[in-house]
């Protein structure tokens, strides 16, 4: 995963710290849960006729999500 992180950003000084902790939730398993929980509360707002808060339209989130578990060889 890359994030990147604007060099006007306030945030800019949690970069480092902020890069440790994706790599250790990607290391520990953490990441992949937190994927399926989304993945899981989205396919149910579907299925319900929801679109979820932020999710943007529904072909844009499929395709995100559909690169996302590509990057991380989830199924």
Do not use: H, N
């Amino acid at each position: 995963m890359f994030v990147a992180f604007s060099k006007k950003s306030p945030c800019r000084s949690l970069a480092s710290g902020f890069s440790q902790g994706i790599t250790e939730m990607t290391t520990d398993g953490r990441f992949d849960t937190m994927l399926q929980y989304a993945t899981s509360v989205w396919d149910t707002a579907q299925k319900a006729g929801k679109q979820t808060r932020g999710a943007g339209s529904c072909l844009q989130s499929s395709r995100a999500l559909a690169k996302a578990k590509a990057c991380f060889g989830l199924r």
